[in-house]
């Protein structure tokens, strides 16, 4: 696929100066509506016309005026002028002589006053010799201008060589609803052309399975020198660079006759001065590289050269390497593409499909049997003059019936099922006939559709059921985001009426429709309602905390939810924050119990998963990384980690994988078992390494995954649990306790249970007994063994992290540890402890006691420094609340860095609290 210079679309205040001109543009056309463009003196510039035809009548007034306000570099006083009147207006210059070789940049100063519903853009149609249109390109949209603006299209690169002519269109047209009045003022129209670089691979869609030869070319034209060397640049997602290197471009034998001028052909006849030379047969010039890609993940690839004017020509484009894997049959990961595949063909819109860790893909299936508006390829009849008079030109064809929509469906249908994916049919784009017959034919919502009887729309759509039912299960009515049916009247009985007509040849259809989270499910998703799915949406998108709130409340509700997930914006987050927040969304709606979970729109560069050239985006390897790892699985839970990072681990056929990240970066020193990789969310996989048979797991803020956890393991470390998990703040005393355990070990050939021995890591001082615990579970039993702890007097209160080794003896021997936490006292008192240095050098250390129960409590505090005197205090009766006691210390500096400990004695009671800390600055 081409990855040609992308289209900048810029409005400019009024400080820009007229003459600032794109760099390096040489002049190809210019209007700027002065006398010389209008030599009959009928205040229409001379060669341009004007569309006609529905919503765009001839009384709409367009013409050359003197009277708008001048800007101060303003070519001339005069302007083009359209005043609305309840409807649309397009003025489109002479075609102008143009080549494929360049780039093409379109600039006009606007004005426009009064409109709240119509827009004024630009547009540049490129047509071949014989006038038929190739590629059609338009600038941003401005409604209220406030002054005037420069507003500017392209850069543009065509992408047929046949290109030959140029045509500009200044538009004011209608949005949803029509302007009655309103007025847009043209000015300063200029077309520039520009050296031309571009860069494309030898793949479609740049998703590369991981042994495929990745070859980038870039190609040249229009430039002073020919001995032009390109810099080739290779990074990575973060733009960490991986590889340079310099290529001389070679030059291409480039041959033309020139434009062909065929009969009827009209090109502009440029006033002198009003083009510039005009070269269609320039200096070309090609050179390829292939870049030392290692593995999978996601790359850029950047190509520079200098222009004449030294300032640099860049582009870039993106690719992705992946390793070769469907997803699983019962994955509830999938896309939804409800305006097709755009801008891929079908063809390799299939291709890529199978590429990107998905099961399910929501697809358009209403069609038309002829295309819709004028197609590429289709002749650009020149509209009617003023005065009546019609450019003159060849008879077009008239449009033959398209290629059989339904057999691609088909072919696309049964590709997909040959790479495993189910195809849901998506109901949003009814025929242009059937759009016809609807007050508002442009952006209808599903329940606009669907609400007249089903003789409206139903002969239309049994082609597609008489074909594609007995293929496709599900239906749904509109896109994700289309909630139209929220507060519909009658919702059940509507539905009702379209389910019968779908089941009339594929009985069960299974239907849905677009809900927004914040409403109430409808009723028809109760019991046994027509209604089979939600597409679940909001607007802002819901956090992960909300999603899996959203989702608890949902459960039992006798239908399929199916959330639609989308991107934050790409412009306004950094890349870290993006995936992070994709992939907590991803874990919270599986962990949720989602039944299914689609990327909505996945083509978009802001945010999608795909650029707007069907390229890879930056978050397309996180997203399929993590849905081909939790697709299908079956949530366990967490484990608890030596460092404390978080995790969520999700088994699927004995093996399991975890989902972890730490705030701060951290090692995470654990046995999971003997097949662990950790693969990063690009789909970088490494093995880790081992540190007394245990594997060493980096951990950082983003999310990486480790596969190959042993899943008897990681369910025994998760079901593990001491019966008490705080011990009474007494010291001197025996404190019962256990843990319990369950064997989830399959069984072993010709005998059956786990036999082993758990020991008891404990701090030093403690007093465990038993500190080995032997043990033996018949197949999946689970049982509780006791052991009990003495505290001695210089025991430290709070948070302590506690070890369990296991030795088992199940399938075959295996050897790791539980990992768990006990807090020495209750909760229901606590002492926390801050230090720091006073201006005058004392050490203060800051106690503040908190008591949570209702009963009074007195406690007799000491603080034991080192090499300094004991220091006491008492608290006398606190009641629910809190105390603060303060500790000075002199030269206090001497004690930073050691540790200090403080005791609190509880009166008349045998509770005490120790508890050793760090003094710092």
Known sequence: ????????????????????????????????????????????????????????????????????????????????????????????????????????????????????????????????????????????????????????????????????????????????????????????????????????????????????????????????????????????????????????????????????????????????????????????????????????????????????EASPHRHELTLAVVQPRRASPDSEFGWTLSHGGKPLPITPLGQLIGQVGISRLKYPLWYDEKPDGAEKGTRFNLPERPGGCFAQIKPGPFFGPAPDVVEKLIAFGECLDEQGIELVGILNRPPRELRKQYAKSKSLLAAEIFSPDPEVWYPSLEPVMTRLATRVRY??????????????????????????????IGQGVKLGIGWGWMNELPEAAGGKGPCGFLALSAEPPLTHKELGTHLDATKGANLQRWVALVALPRGQHPLETRTVDLVRRMMTAKIHGAEGIYFAEPFGTSRGLMNDDGTPGELLLPWRTVALALGGTEYLGSITLPRGSQNHVFARSGSAVMVVWNEKPTEEVIYLGEQVRQVDLWGRGTVPAVREHRQVIEVGPLPSLVAGLNEPIARWRMDFAFTHD?????????????????????????????????????????????????????????????????????????????????????????????????????????????????????????????????KPVSFRCQLFAPDRQRMKTQIIGLKQGSDLKTYRIPKGKELIGKTLWLRAEEMDSPRMFNYRFTAAE
């Not at 040249?220 to 290779?234: D, P």
């Not at 749904?476 to 289309?482: A, F, N, T, V």
Request: hydrophobic share 35%; proline share 6%.
């Open 1 to 308: 696929m081409n990855v040609l210079l992308p289209i900048l679309i810029v409005a400019i205040g009024l400080d820009a100066s007229t003459q600032d001109r794109y760099p390096e543009a040489t002049q190809v056309f210019h209007c700027e509506f002065g006398r010389s463009w209008d030599e009959n003196y009928d205040d229409w510039p001379d060669g341009w016309t004007r569309r006609r035809g529905p919503g765009f009548p001839r009384y709409v007034k367009i013409h050359i005026t003197g009277e708008a306000p001048r800007r101060e570099s303003a070519a001339g006083p005069r302007c083009l002028r359209i005043d609305l009147d309840g409807s649309g207006a397009v003025a489109y210059s002479p075609p102008i002589e143009i080549g494929p070789f360049y780039g093409y940049v379109v600039q006009s100063y606007l004005r426009t006053e009064g409109l709240e519903h119509n827009r004024a853009f630009l547009s540049l149609t490129l047509l071949d010799a014989d006038r038929c249109r190739l590629e059609t390109y338009y600038s941003q949209t401005i409604g209220n201008s406030q002054g005037w603006k420069k507003l500017r299209l392209g850069p543009v690169s065509p992408r047929s060589e046949n290109v030959r002519q140029a045509v500009i269109g200044l538009h004011l047209e209608p949005g949803n609803r029509v302007d009655m009045h309103g007025t847009a003022l043209f000015d300063d129209i200029y077309l520039g052309r520009l050296p031309r670089m571009s860069l494309s691979a030898n793949s479609p869609h740049h998703v590369y399975c991981r042994s495929d030869k990745v070859e980038i070319t870039c190609r040249a034209s229009g430039f002073a020198n020919k001995n032009q060397v390109v810099t080739f640049l290779l990074e990575d997602a973060w733009g960490h660079r991986l590889a340079r290197v310099e290529r001389l471009l070679k030059t291409n034998a480039v041959t033309s006759s020139g434009p062909k001028k065929g009969p009827g052909l009209i090109c502009a006849k440029h006033p002198p001065g009003r083009s510039g030379k005009l070269n269609l047969v320039p200096f070309s010039a090609t050179t390829t590289w292939e870049p030392p890609v290692a593995g999978p993940g996601f790359y850029r690839v950047r190509a520079m050269m200098k222009g004449h």
């Open 475 to 504: 239906w749904q009515l509109g896109q994700d985001m289309d909630t139209s049916f929220v507060g519909y009247l009658n919702l059940s009985e509507k539905l009702t009426q379209v389910k019968a007509e779908l089941d009339r």
């Open 726 to 854: 705080r011990i009474p703040s007494i010291f001197g005393q025996r404190h019962q306790n256990g843990f319990c355990l369950k064997n989830h070990f399959p069984p072993r050939h010709l005998e059956s249970g786990a036999v082993g021995r758990a020991k008891l890591i404990t701090p030093d001082v403690w007093k465990v007994d038993p500190k080995e615990v032997p043990f033996q579970l018949a197949d999946g039993e689970r049982r509780k063994y006791n052991f009990e702890i003495m505290l001695p007097y210089n025991a430290s209160s709070g948070r302590h992290e506690i070890r369990v080794d296991f030795d088992i003896k199940a399938q075959k021997e295996y050897r790791f540890s539980v990992y768990r936490r006990m807090d020495v006292g209750l909760g229901d008192v606590r002492f926390d402890i801050v230090t720091q240095l006073s201006d005058a050098g004392e050490l203060e250390v800051r106690q503040r006691m908190v008591n949570k129960t209702d």
